[in-house]
Structures are given as structure tokens and as C-alpha cells.
């Protein structure tokens, strides 16, 4: 039984080895498969992320006729946002989407979208992420082997804690907060008081449960979709930094793509960028009501209170602005004044 078995093994490998070789070598190349492999740092199933990546394999498999096979893998199972982008530069994985603010580590230009309160409204947001500015700035991946797609929507980002309702910034006071590894985020927290530690997205949990953080700030969908609320007793809604998701694919991967494919994969992203930003903004708005069922108590910062927050975090504007590009975020500050 056991030598038919392994029989089989190999007659069905040896049968694979030649498939694949006829495949490179005959002119009937539309039957190879390719398979792009996708590494997310939050739930597949459940985060709006997660459910714009499924929408992406469906389109590309669907529209592919089979040609493309898109595997999906969640929960930082690849690792974290920034090892899951080396391994893109490498070429061991080929697509990820990580939030736009530890790209920053690889291209600055991405940092305009980390600064505080830059944008107010969801408009804002898509005019200039789906604008000349936005697109300018995915094409400056192209430096670290990495093909930028489109972004993607994460959300307005809010904060929790465990220790006391935050109504004015002096509550930030001594807060010990993770933020995501992002020098603007790190600045911005300790001007207003807090004590921020940088820490990848997949330790958060673990911290706040053991209580060795007070707080952390994400958006309302994946405040719910990570269970964060379950360690949290308080939310506050600041929108202090808005954050895209960058969807991405390696270079490596890119390059032996056909013009064709290249168009189909790029017209499947957008796709599956429309519908994510959809599902994201109705759920950040249904989530919160769940949390607040569950029992976190929720407040809202006053504009009073949100203007005092920005005041003091006006240098962190000059400071990074030439890491940024002085003319881009003019151009960006321009494009947003324009839709207030
Ligand atoms: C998920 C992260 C996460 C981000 C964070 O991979 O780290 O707080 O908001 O969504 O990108």
C-alpha cells in the first residue's frame, strides 16, 4: 500500500517537472499559471483590508480566465508591514499592503501622509491619493524595487486606553501609547504629552493585556477587527492622522509580466481599491456602534480642543517638510485647501 503511495508521489512529480518544462518551452503560453502570493498583517475574513484583497483575487482569477491564482494569507502570517515589504524588494513574496506609514522607512515622500490632522474629510483623501500627488508618490517605490498599485483605505485613526476618557490633550499626559515605527507619529504623541513606543501591528494585543500599554490608536474597524476594545476601556474619537493602505507588488514580479497582464493586474487593484473604501467607511461607522454595545465608552474630541492639538504640533510640518519634498507638500496642502 505504502510503495503504490509512494509511487504515485513520484509518477505525479515527475509528471509536474514535465508539464512545467513543456509549458516553457511550447508557444502556448496562456495555459502557465501564475501565482501571486499576497501577505497581509490583518484578518483576511474580517478587516475591510482583508475583504479588498479577496475582491482582488476574484477579479484577477475571474478575468485572468484562471491564468492568475492570487494565494491570501492574513494575520501577519508573512510577518509585519515592513518585513513583508523587504521580502517584496527580494522577491520571495510578491504583493502585500502595508499602512503607508512604515513605507516611510523606504521612500519619505510617504511621510506627507502621516502629518497630523492634515486631512479633515474623505474627500480630501481620494482627491489627492487618486490625483497627480498620490500617484506621483507610488511611483517613488519604484527606487526600492516595489511597484506601487494604488492605496487602499485604512482610516482615520482614533485612540484608546485603559486608564481614563481622554477630553482634553492634557489627558495624553504620561500615556504610554504604541504607534506605528513613524518618526511623525513619534513626535507628534511626545509634543502632546504622551509616551509613545513604536511596535509592529501583530505585539499590540499581547501589550495591552498585559497591561505594559496604556493606549494605542488605529482606526474604528480594526480597533474592533484586532479585539483591542476587549483591553480597552476608552475611546476616543481624535481623526488625529488618516492612513491609506499602500497596495503593492515586487519589481521582480512585475518585470515578468506581460503589458497586457501589468494592465489587467492594475485595473483589478483599482477595482478592488473602490470597493474596500467603500466596505471600510460604512463598517467604521458600524463598528463603533458594536464597540460601544460591548461596552467601551466613547467621546469625541471638541474642535477646541483638536485646534489646541494642532498648534502644538505645527513643527513637526517644518521639520519633516523636506524629508516630504517642500513643493509636493505645498502642491498637497493646495489640492486639499481647494476642497474644504
Ligand atoms: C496591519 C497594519 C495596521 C496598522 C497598525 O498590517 O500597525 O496600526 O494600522 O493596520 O498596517
Known sequence: MLSMLVGAVMTTSLLLTGCGQESGNNNDGANAQTTLKV???????????????????ELLETESNGKFKVELYGDGQLGNDKSMMEALQMGTLDMTLPSSSPVSEFTKAFLVYDLP???????????????????????????????GLCYFENGFRNITNSKKPINTVDDLN???????????????FTLWGANPSPMAFNEVFTALEQKTLDAQENPNTLIYDAGFYEAQKYLTISRHFYTPYVFMISKKT?????????????????????????????????????????????????SNEINKMKEIVKPV???FAEDIGKERLNKIQEQIEEIK
Open 39 to 57: 501577505g497581509f498583517g490583518s484578518s483576511i475574513d474580517n478587516s475591510s483590508g482583508g475583504q479588498g484583497l479577496k475582491k482582488f483575487k
Open 317 to 319: 510640518y517644518d521639520k
Open 117 to 147: 490632522f492634515l486631512f479633515t474629510d474623505i474627500k480630501q483623501v481620494d482627491n489627492v491619493l487618486d490625483g497627480e500627488n498620490g500617484k506621483e508618490i507610488l511611483g517613488t517605490l519604484k527606487d526600492v524595487n516595489i511597484v
Open 174 to 188: 504620561g500615556l504610554k501609547i504604541r504607534t506605528m515605527q513613524n518618526p511623525i507619529h513619534l513626535e507628534s
Open 254 to 302: 512585475w518585470d515578468k509580466l506581460s503589458d497586457e497582464d501589468k494592465k489587467l493586474v492594475q485595473k483589478c487593484a483599482d477595482e478592488a481599491k473602490f470597493y474596500q473604501r467603500e466596505i471600510n467607511r460604512k463598517l467604521d461607522a458600524e463598528y463603533l456602534e458594536k464597540m460601544k454595545d460591548k461596552g467601551i465608552q466613547v467621546n469625541e474630541l471638541s
